[in-house]
């Protein structure tokens, strides 16, 4: 049976559905669970809003919104024909964070209109995950939102990405001994991914970052950029991808199929680091990479290769921790956070049931192993008490006292 027929089999009738957690078996439990009895919390958290996440599933409950203009790399193809890719969220939220999660499709493409839609089913939801939104707007439509409610936002295009590739930036320059103050990072993709991921290497310490979209190097005297792009524009003679990969430390590429050249690979720094993410087909392929040269670290967004960038190692367990301790927004500290924690997992141990669900007797802290595996059960441990204690450092997080070693226990008996 071809792929193609076996992921239409899978899809029949949809991928999720809606249980039922208290009993309703008796004449007394449909009274509690309706009328009259669901008065009585109604009444409470119309005095006190927060008590919403006491007496609902406000508190483990997302919305997977999405107005279908940026799908995988389908593009635009229309509100209902992205929900596949929503329900397939949910499942993700659901089975690696047991978070609740609802696809919402939008049939709109204006920016505050969106904005307008998802402020006015916030009161619902205890976080947002914004889904396949078409850069720039999504850049709009997040900042806005977030500044329009109290729950958290993030767009998982581009911060889930973000998370992934800081962790694996983080355990590369660890192993090739390099200072991150001092290297030379070239982004290939200035769209939602690109952008969110040079301003967290920046974040942690980055500073010299030469961005590329389809026209070339993204320079100060080009007149054709959106606000996003002129934030990284440099002074610079770089003209052609190649002539900004001259010494480069490290490529990401979230671009197009095959774009890295033999050349190209050749002219990088000593030890470079290359993500070739662009899907299903990266720019360069790990095989290709280590016939040019042998000192290369390399990552794609395939499972079928060492060092997968998947994000499902980030948005599960951020959105977890971020629930958890009822926070009203994810900030810069949360996702660096929640990329340290990946990082450090990666240097310890890997249990013999992740090799086995791998297929191998080994995994080590190396080459081939600086991002964990998505099948670890450990990243639900580390991550999501990383983002919640951030949270409540960072004072956005309605939940006081936290005890990270009692929340971690909670985690353990999670499912």
């Known amino acids: 049976m071809s792929l193609k027929q076996k992921a239409l089999d899978y899809h029949i009738d949809g991928k999720i559905e809606i249980n039922v957690k208290k009993p309703c078996v008796s004449a007394e439990d449909l009274s509690l669970a309706y009328s009259p009895g669901v008065a009585e919390p109604c009444m409470e958290i119309s005095a006190n809003n927060e008590l919403a996440y006491k007496y609902t599933n406000k508190g483990n409950l997302v919305a997977v919104i999405t107005d279908s203009t940026a799908v995988l790399g389908l593009g635009d193809i229309g509100a209902i024909a992205g929900k596949p890719v929503m329900e397939g969220k949910s499942v993700l939220f659901k089975k690696f964070a047991n978070v609740d999660a609802f696809d919402i499709e939008l049939d709109e493409k204006d920016p505050d209109k969106i904005v307008e839609i998802c402020k006015a ?6 976080g947002i995950n914004l889904e396949d939104i078409a850069a720039p707007k999504c850049f709009y439509i997040e900042k806005k939102l977030q500044e329009s409610v109290n729950i958290p ?3 998982d295009d581009q911060h889930g990405t973000a998370i992934i590739t800081t962790a694996g930036l983080l355990n590369a320059l660890e192993i090739n001994g390099k200072d991150i103050s001092k290297i030379k990072v070239v982004v290939s993709g200035s769209g939602a991914a690109g952008i969110a991921c040079a301003k967290m290497y920046q974040s942690v310490g980055v500073k010299n970052i030469i961005m590329c979209d389809s026209k070339g190097v993204i320079h100060s005297k080009r007149d054709d950029l959106t606000e996003q792009k002129m934030e ?3 002074d610079t003679d770089d003209r052609t991808l190649g002539d900004a990969l001259r010494g480069a430390d490290m490529f990401l ?13 050749k002219s990088m ?5 290359i993500f070739a993410l662009a899907n299903p087909e990266p720019e360069i392929r790990p095989e290709i990479a280590h016939e040019i040269r042998d000192d290369i670290i390399i990552g794609t967004g395939r499972s079928d290769y060492p060092n997968q960038v998947n994000n499902v190692l980030g ?13 009203t927004k994810i900030t810069e500290n949360m996702k660096i956070a929640a990329a340290q924690a990946l990082a450090k997992l990666a240097k310890e141990s890997v249990p013999s049931e992740v090799c086995k669900a791998y297929g191998v007797d080994e995994i080590k802290f190396g080459k081939d192993y600086i991002i964990p595996k998505p099948f670890d059960p450990r990243v639900l441990l580390v991550v999501a ?7 409540v450092e960072d004072g956005v997080a309605l939940v006081k006292e936290f005890d990270e070693s009692a929340y971690v226990q909670r985690l353990k008996n999670l499912f």
């Open 121 to 126: 089913l916030a009161p619902t939801f205890g």
């Open 153 to 155: 936002v993030m767009h």
């Open 232 to 234: 990284f524009a440099i």
């Open 253 to 265: 590429g979230l671009s197009k199929a095959k774009l890295l050249t033999p050349d190209m690979v």
């Open 269 to 273: 720094a000593n030890n470079p680091i």
């Open 315 to 327: 948005f599960p367990f951020i959105f977890r921790g971020a629930l958890d301790v009822r926070a």
């Open 385 to 391: 008490p990383a983002v919640a204690k951030a949270a």
